[in-house]
Structure formats: structure tokens, C-alpha cells
């Protein structure tokens, strides 16, 4: 028997449902070729159709739960000699992660293909809040696509290289170059995406746009790739839509990534221990909006804390999230305008969605429409808003993961306030207090008060039992004030004080 074998087309078709049965991707699952002990290339060539040594093929076969390998064999080449391992030379993705797992997303995959080979788009943005799955959707995509191109070149952009950093990384995976500046290494670029078809995968570039010292070039670079003819690819992740690539065109698209419909969320809780009966299960997908990596990153506290009772988790009426997650919306936030983060601190308070027009009835200071219009577009390009439409009109709310930490932040400040004018009796340093409202007007509404005591909590933690005559005292600094100085102060003391 030959000592090399290779898949066939019906071969490869089983082996593709069964690594899907397991959430894995065709080559960037690390723990398949690692329990076939053998290398990402040699997974790469086995998709591929090449012939690779027996052993390894059988291996690769039984990593995915297949014992019957012979099904999976092309019996045409059974008595071929054997062929050594090489290295597939067209692919630099020494940047690209491991994934361990993958659902769902046939959607995705099918839309962003069509896009890609059929309509020949030039860039591609996948856009999406945090831990929605961006780099995962990126990989599967170009495992299936990455046949059709000259070479594949992935390059992560979370350590935010500077943008010629970038180009010459691109440029010598290409061929030895030397950039000098950074309109050369663009023109470099382009000449080379003109010459032969290139996949270019940029993932996180909210890191790279986010540094200030960069963004005007990053984004020179983006509008060349996109308006500059080329027969090449680039695919991009992002928390934030670019402004640099525009709308929609027949060239440059971008892909709102939504969380996992329940399916197949329903298949990654299984693959994390849980038999996908269990109660609140859906509950728990819906507090996530079916964001995988917040599911991923929760369900060790559920099962270790409340042993694997996700009602149990659920009745503490709380979302809990990763330090990893927090830090990556917090970073989001910081970039904000004082409009933007006034705009989320209302929408942290309301708990619900809010109209336009609503919004605007609460500012402290009137606002000119065409700047919170602006604001509130600027906040859904960065992927922070959830949207409700009907036949009257549009309203805006937070994603639950922003909720929570806008939310936090917002008492964090507010008690910050309140001690700094405790101590210094200066109204002064009320920001927040002064132009917001921490309960909704005219209701009594839980929402409200679920601020309203997680910061009063805060600050009887600080001043104990002196705190109610601190909070009179601030009061007694109202008295000479105009309503304008003192905005909403009085109102959220005495909600404070009951």
C-alpha cells in the first residue's frame, strides 16, 4: 500500500461536516493538526487535495472522529510513492491566530464570497462590536478562498504598527523592498495588488486608527486600496467602521457582524460542557445578544461558581464580562467626543431605546440636531448601538456589553463628584450630576434606581453613616446658584437622599 494518500472531493466533504460538527475551522484550529501531530501546512495541503504521508493522513482523519479513513481516501493514487512534506509558499500568515472554535456563520461566509469572486470587490470591512467573532469570520473566509489568489498575506494590526512598519512587513513578505516613506510604500503596494491577485487580511484596525499619530495615514492608505484599480483583496476587522472607504459601492463593501443566531450558540455552549437543555440557556444567549467570545469568556464563572446552573447565574440579575472585554469597550469609550460619551451616559440611564427627538428634549444646553445626528452615526460606526425601527420613528439603546460598562463608569464618576465637592464645598467639580438626570424624567422607573442605588452604595461605602448630612450640605450650596450652574444637581441629591 502506498505510504502517501490524498482526499477526494466526496473525502473532503466528509471531513468538512465533521470539523464543523466541532466548531473548527479548516486550518487555523491549532488543536486539530496538533493531535494529528503535524503542522498547519500539511492541514493546508490535505485540504488542498495533495498527497501527504499516510500516517498523518489518518491522523488528521481520526482528529476529527473518523476511524474509517479509507472513505476518505482517493483510491487513484493508492499506489503512488511516497512524496516528502514541503512548505506551501504562497501563504505568510504567521500573524494570524489560532482559533479554537467556529459556528455557524454560512451566511457570512456565502455573502462575503460572492462578494470577493463574483463581484470582485477591492476592500471588504467586517465590522463589529468586540468578541462578536470579526477574526474567526475572517480565517474560515479565507480557508475557503484562498485558493484563488496568488499569495494570502495576514497581518495583525493590535500592536499598532505605524503605517510604514506596515507596508514594509507587507512589502518584503512580497519581495525584498525598500521603503522609504509612506506615499512610496503605497504606490509600492498598489503596483504589486496590479500585478497579481493578493488577499490582504488587516485585523484590528480600530487599534491603528485609534492612535492619532497614524489615522491620517492609515486612512490615505484605505482610500487608495479602495478607489485605486487593482486586481487584489483586502479584507479587514474592525470595531469601527472607516470613514476613509465611504458607503457601500460594487467595489468596496462592508459586513455588520451580528452575535450567533441560537443555533448556533446553542452548539458552542455544548462544545464548553452544557447539553444545550438547560434552563435559561436562551435567556443566557439574549443577555449576550450571542456575542461568542462573551459566552466563551462567561461560562467557566457559570460553571464553576453555580455549577453549570445558568438559571442560578441568570437570577443574579447582573452581566458579568471579562477583563479582557472590559478593556478593549473601555479603550472604545476613551476615543469618544463629549458629545458621543454625554449621548451614551443618557442611553446608560434610559436602559431602554430612546427617539431622537426624545433625547434631545434632556440636554442641559441645547444642541444643535445636525451635531447629535452626527454623534449618534459616529457611535454606530464604532458598533456601541443597537437600533429599533418602526413606521414613526428610529430609536437608539446601548449593546448590553457597552450597557454595563457605560453604566459602571457613570456611577464610578458620579461618586468621584460627589466626594470631590464634599471636601472642598465647590460645586464645581459636578460634571455629570449637573447635566444628567440619573432617573428617567417622569418615571419612577427600576432602571433608575438600579443607578441610583448602585451609586449610593458606592458613596455610603466611602462616607458611611455621615453621608446623608454630606449630601445636605451640597444642597445648602445650591441656594444662590443659577438653574443653569446648577442643571440637574438638586434633583439627583434628593433622589439620592430618599
Known amino acids: 500500500m502506498s505510504n502517501s494518500l490524498s482526499a477526494s472531493t466526496e473525502g473532503l466533504a466528509i471531513v468538512d461536516k465533521a470539523?464543523?460538527?466541532?466548531?473548527?475551522?479548516?486550518?487555523?484550529?491549532?488543536?486539530?493538526?496538533?493531535?494529528?501531530?503535524?503542522?498547519?501546512?500539511?492541514?493546508?495541503?490535505?485540504?488542498?487535495?495533495?498527497?501527504?504521508?499516510?500516517?498523518?493522513?489518518?491522523?488528521?482523519?481520526?482528529?476529527?472522529?473518523?476511524?474509517?479513513?479509507?472513505?476518505?481516501?482517493?483510491?487513484?493514487?493508492?499506489?503512488?510513492?511516497?512524496?516528502?512534506?514541503?512548505?506551501?509558499?504562497?501563504?505568510?500568515?504567521?500573524?494570524?491566530?489560532?482559533?479554537?472554535?467556529?459556528?455557524?456563520?454560512?451566511?457570512?461566509?456565502?455573502?462575503?464570497?460572492?462578494?470577493?469572486?463574483?463581484?470582485?470587490?477591492?476592500?471588504?470591512?467586517?465590522?463589529?462590536?468586540?468578541?462578536?467573532?470579526?477574526?474567526?469570520?475572517?480565517?474560515?473566509?479565507?480557508?475557503?478562498?484562498?485558493?484563488?489568489?496568488?499569495?494570502?498575506?495576514?497581518?495583525?494590526?493590535?500592536?499598532?504598527?505605524?503605517?510604514?512598519?506596515?507596508?514594509?512587513?507587507?512589502?518584503n513578505a512580497i519581495a525584498p523592498t525598500v521603503v522609504g516613506d509612506v506615499q512610496q510604500g503605497i504606490a509600492q503596494l498598489l503596483h504589486h495588488l496590479q500585478q497579481r491577485p493578493y488577499l490582504l487580511i488587516l485585523d484590528g484596525l480600530e487599534a491603528v486608527l485609534s492612535k492619532k499619530e497614524y489615522a491620517a495615514e492609515y486612512h490615505q492608505l484605505l482610500d487608495k486600496l479602495s478607489r485605486d484599480r487593482h486586481q487584489s483583496c483586502i479584507l479587514i476587522t474592525s470595531c469601527e467602521q472607516p470613514k476613509s472607504i465611504g458607503i457601500d459601492t460594487k467595489t468596496v463593501r462592508c459586513l455588520n457582524l451580528q452575535g450567533l443566531p441560537k443555533p448556533d450558540a446553542v452548539e458552542l455552549l455544548r462544545s464548553r460542557g452544557f447539553t444545550g437543555k438547560e434552563l435559561g440557556l436562551s435567556a443566557l444567549i439574549q443577555l449576550y445578544r450571542g456575542n461568542p467570545l462573551a459566552i466563551k469568556l462567561v461560562t467557566p464563572l457559570i460553571q464553576s461558581v453555580f455549577g453549570g446552573n445558568i438559571a442560578a447565574f441568570l437570577n443574579q440579575n447582573t452581566l458579568v464580562i471579562s477583563e479582557r472585554l472590559q478593556t478593549i469597550l473601555k479603550q472604545q469609550c476613551e476615543q469618544l467626543s463629549d458629545l458621543e460619551r454625554e449621548i451614551l451616559y443618557w442611553l446608560a440611564i434610559w436602559q431602554e431605546p430612546v427617539s431622537f427627538c426624545r433625547l434631545q428634549t434632556h440636554f442641559l444646553i441645547s444642541v444643535d440636531p445636525a451635531a447629535v445626528l452626527a454623534a449618534i452615526a459616529n457611535l454606530d460606526r464604532r458598533s456601541l448601538l443597537e437600533k429599533w425601527f418602526n413606521a414613526e420613528e428610529s430609536s437608539f439603546t446601548l449593546q448590553p456589553l457597552v450597557m454595563k460598562i457605560v453604566t459602571d463608569e457613570l456611577v464610578e464618576r458620579a461618586a468621584l463628584e460627589i466626594d470631590r465637592a464634599v471636601q472642598s464645598n465647590d460645586i464645581r467639580h459636578f460634571k455629570i450630576l449637573r447635566t444628567h438626570w440619573l432617573v428617567r424624567p417622569g418615571t419612577d422607573d427600576i432602571a433608575g434606581d438600579r443607578i441610583l442605588n448602585q451609586l449610593r452604595e458606592r458613596l455610603w461605602r466611602v462616607h458611611g453613616a455621615t453621608l446623608p448630612e454630606s449630601l445636605r450640605q451640597i444642597l445648602l450650596l445650591l441656594g444662590d446658584r443659577s438653574p443653569l450652574a446648577i442643571g440637574y444637581i438638586g434633583c439627583n441629591i434628593m433622589a439620592l437622599l430618599l
Open 19 to 171: 470539523r464543523q460538527r466541532r466548531g473548527w475551522t479548516k486550518t487555523s484550529t491549532a488543536r486539530w493538526w496538533q493531535d494529528a501531530h503535524t503542522s498547519r501546512a500539511t492541514l493546508r495541503r490535505f485540504w488542498q487535495g495533495d498527497r501527504i504521508q499516510r500516517d498523518i493522513f489518518i491522523a488528521i482523519c481520526q482528529a476529527v472522529g473518523i476511524s474509517n479513513w479509507e472513505a476518505i481516501a482517493n483510491s487513484s493514487n493508492l499506489n503512488f510513492e511516497p512524496i516528502p512534506e514541503k512548505n506551501i509558499p504562497d501563504l505568510d500568515w504567521n500573524e494570524a491566530p489560532d482559533v479554537e472554535s467556529f459556528y455557524g456563520r454560512d451566511r457570512q461566509l456565502e455573502q462575503l464570497e460572492q462578494w470577493i469572486i463574483t463581484n470582485r470587490c477591492k476592500l471588504i470591512a467586517i465590522v463589529g462590536i468586540a468578541g462578536i467573532g470579526k477574526t474567526a469570520l475572517a480565517l474560515a473566509l479565507a480557508d475557503r478562498i484562498q485558493s484563488k489568489f496568488d499569495r494570502s498575506i495576514w497581518r495583525s494590526l493590535q500592536s499598532s504598527p505605524s503605517p510604514i512598519s506596515l507596508l514594509d512587513s507587507i512589502l
